[in-house]
């Protein structure tokens, strides 16, 4: 009985952060770019699990959201600018290559979701 | 602009292509010298007899060095030389043909995929733009010019030799025409160098990949069964018609104290690995990815030109935002692929796997792996341009496609025009009193040549010639 009640509360509880998720669809979005942004401007350490960790939330997201693949090529494009803007004032410093690892990465999920499309 | 006339363009391209190198050597100079020597030039025959045909370096204390694998090539050149007489025109003639043939398979191929991702694409002038576009970007994108023009060696050649057997297979892959497979083999027989033990880099950095990529081709794009037997009776006729050159090879692999068998069977493994992972780690320590996506040189850019590139990584991206054909993405993972191994330094887990990869019998020939990968990341890129342009050809207003061709244009400018005008197969030996590398032959150095080297085949007489000897 009392199984099934923590089963039911978690059933609920999984049920509202959806709809939370999916209500809030834009935020989640902007704190993934903000996210990227952050990862490439303010940390000066180039860290592997902290892209995994943004690539596995993206890639949750787009299986969330049922993203586009023009959403991830417009990810890449933001990187692009990102590295452009970088290389203008720092040339190939590290917070350069991060964008460019970023936009390898978008290129790459882009191509396959494109192919799923 | 009709098809027909984009035809015709390409064919004028191409053969301006040829007639330019022309024009980088005043008449009797030579660019001799670099790491092959390329005395072949010069008077082929005598390189035949001399080098060729014998496995015993004519230096030292006369160590085994095969090289036959280049007997088909200087053959030809000694025939060439026969009817040409000069090894001024000799050498320009070979630069001819390396342009011409390098843009114009190019060319082919482009065109080839892009009628078989599309097929409406055949009679459209879009397409064929698209492709010569790509042949362009092929030859005077940085890493193309930056490549190994300068005192080429001959496994330089691949430059022709990549696209012009992709399409010989690519077409094979087409149209189920032995005939392409065949002069696939031909051509494996007179470049024998660019499939010996001295080309292996190059060529596994790039065959593989495209065998992959054209198999991947036929079986999800043409959607036809791959044919087994035929590929298999192209190997071995392969290995038959490179046996002359393998042969020796395998011999001094088993034959005790030989170079080739001291490096596989006596040098300690721990320690081969370990010199081939530091050369590699040393290489990777100056390649940056965000160069790469541009194709500029690494380590060679300058700072206003530059921002200029970021065209080809925009137009890529703008491309598949437009483009959903399955080619294209196909190209655009072989693309990924190859830029993998081109740079290596892509998050610290690729760092590591491409190390792991050294624990591979071989793959230490890999260890300076952003020059051993640089034709076939150039393949892939700008195959990947081409796409990307023809894209936005199909889709977008055409303003907004001549303000693109300005766009690309402009920095393939600043990159081919060292190319184009010479300067890259001239430079000035380093450190020295403004000598350039191209020089002519001293008439009178030419009869201490004839005149004083003894007719004997037990002498050997060493005259001061180049930076190589």
Redesign the interface.
């Given at each position: 009985m009392k199984h099934q009640e923590k089963k039911t509360y978690l059933t609920k509880t999984k049920d509202i952060v959806l709809a939370h998720l999916h209500a809030y669809k834009q935020v989640v979005l902007t704190l993934i770019v903000l996210l990227v942004v952050a990862d490439v401007l303010f940390l000066k350490e180039s860290s592997d699990i902290r892209i995994f960790g943004i690539l596995g939330i993206y890639i949750w997201g787009i299986l969330m959201y049922k993203l586009h693949s023009n959403y991830t090529f417009f990810m890449g494009l933001l990187s692009l600018f990102l590295m452009y803007i970088l290389f203008l004032i720092t040339g190939t410093s590290p917070s350069t290559e991060k964008a460019a690892v970023w936009l390898f990465f978008f290129l790459g999920i882009g191509m396959i979701q494109r192919l799923k499309e | 602009m009709k098809p027909i006339l984009f035809r015709f363009l390409s064919i004028a391209i191409a053969t301006a292509l040829f007639i330019i190198p022309f024009f980088w050597l005043k008449p009797g100079e030579m660019d001799l010298g670099g790491d092959s020597g390329r005395l072949y030039f010069y008077d082929p025959v005598a390189y035949l007899r001399s080098t060729m045909l014998y496995g015993i370096i004519p230096s030292g204390v006369g160590g085994a060095a095969l090289s036959y694998f280049a007997i088909p090539f200087v053959s030809l050149l000694a025939v060439l030389h026969f009817f040409i007489n000069s090894p001024t025109v000799l050498i320009s003639f070979v630069n001819g043909v390396k342009l011409s043939l390098a843009f114009f398979s190019f060319y082919l191929i482009v065109k080839e995929l892009l009628i078989l991702s599309l097929p409406s694409a055949r009679n459209k002038g879009a397409a064929d733009a698209a492709a010569m576009l790509a042949g362009l970007v092929y030859i005077f994108i940085p890493s193309s010019v930056g490549g190994g023009w300068d005192r080429a060696l001959l496994t330089h050649n691949q430059i022709f030799i990549n696209p012009l057997m992709f399409y010989l297979f690519l077409r094979y892959f087409v149209t189920d025409a032995m005939v392409y497979f065949y002069l696939a083999l031909l051509v494996t027989f007179i470049f024998s160098l660019n499939f010996s033990i001295a080309s292996s880099p190059g060529f596994f950095a790039f065959f593989p990949l495209s065998v992959a990529f054209l198999l991947i081709l036929r079986k999800s794009i043409m959607k036809k069964s791959i044919p087994y037997k035929e590929l298999f009776f192209g190997l071995i006729v392969f290995v038959l018609l490179q046996s002359f050159q393998i042969l020796p090879h395998v011999l001094s692999l088993f034959s005790y104290g030989s170079g080739l068998n001291s490096l596989v069977f006596l040098d300690n493994s721990s320690s081969t690995l370990r010199a081939g992972l530091n050369y590699f780690e040393s290489v990777a320590s100056n390649i940056?990815?965000?160069?790469?996506?541009m194709n500029l040189p690494q380590g060679r850019y300058d700072?206003l030109l530059?921002?200029l590139y970021?065209v080809f990584?925009?137009t890529?991206?703008?491309g598949?935002?437009r483009n959903?054909s399955?080619t294209y993405?196909y190209v655009?993972?072989f693309f990924?692929i190859s830029?993998f191994f081109y740079t290596a330094?892509?998050?610290?887990?690729g760092f590591a796997f491409y190390k792991a990869l050294f624990r591979i019998p071989g793959f230490s020939m890999f260890r300076n792996f952003y020059g051993q990968w640089n034709y076939s990341f150039i393949f892939y890129y700008s195959l990947i341009v081409g796409f990307s342009f023809y894209a936005l050809a199909l889709t977008v207003s055409r303003r907004k496609i001549y303000v693109l061709i300005v766009a690309i244009a402009t920095p393939m400018f600043f990159s081919a025009w060292p190319l184009v005008n010479g300067s890259i197969i001239r430079p000035i030996h380093h450190q020295s009193d403004n000598v350039p590398v191209a020089f002519q032959m001293d008439p009178s150095f030419q009869q201490v040549l004839r005149t004083s080297i003894p007719n004997q085949t037990s002498a050997l007489l060493y005259l001061l010639l180049h930076d190589s000897i």
């Open positions: - | 940056k990815l965000s160069l790469s996506l700072d530059s921002l970021f990584p925009i890529v991206l703008l598949y935002m959903k399955k993405i655009g993972f990924l830029m330094k892509i998050t610290d887990i």
